[in-house]
């Protein structure tokens, strides 16, 4: 009985240090910053076409057959999504957190993915026309399949799909 009082009074102690340290924290104010939290949820068939998502944590959300056209995605956190289906034309992903997230069937046209971490991440049957890459971190094996249809300029950075991926010519 000793040891299980003692357990849970410093259990209860980690917790409170731990929120304490979260409320210090610049970003985790999130529902003070208007920033909506969609870790964990469905997003199936939602339009988010142009919206200001930046910030945002899409965590091991259920994304698909969704409308991100034109969404500011930037410094999102997308750990262990699933982009299946959805429309991310245009879609600007700088800086995203994006290891484990699948992409299976989207439409990446023209998006900006720079200075992306997308570790372990799958591309499998995606669009990646115009698509910048820049300086983003993707597995070598998904660079190969990346490269072996990319194309296209991005319209905004001028860079060419093949170059951001350092695609061998």
Do not use: H
């Not at 700088?94 to 290891?99: G, K, Y």
Request: glycine share 8%.
């Amino acid at each position: 009985m000793v040891r299980w009082q003692r357990f849970r009074s410093g259990l209860v102690g980690m917790v409170v240090a731990f929120a304490l340290i979260l409320t210090m924290l610049p970003g985790v104010a999130i529902a003070e910053s208007g920033i909506i939290n969609y870790t964990l949820t469905d997003l199936t068939g939602r339009d988010f076409e142009d919206a200001d998502l930046s910030g945002t944590s899409l965590a091991a959300a259920q994304v698909r057959d969704a409308n991100f056209r034109g969404a500011d995605l930037s410094a999102t956190i997308l750990t262990k999504a699933q982009f299946i289906r959805s429309d991310l034309t245009g879609a600007n992903l700088s800086e995203a957190f994006a290891d484990r997230v699948e992409f299976t069937g989207s439409d990446l046209t023209n998006a900006i993915i720079n200075d992306a971490l997308m570790t372990s991440s799958t591309f499998a049957e995606v669009d990646i026309t115009g698509a910048d890459f820049s300086y983003s971190i993707i597995d070598r094996f998904q660079v190969k399949y990346l490269c072996e249809r990319a194309d296209g300029v991005n319209p905004v950075t001028g860079i060419t799909t093949r170059e951001s991926l350092g695609c061998d010519d």
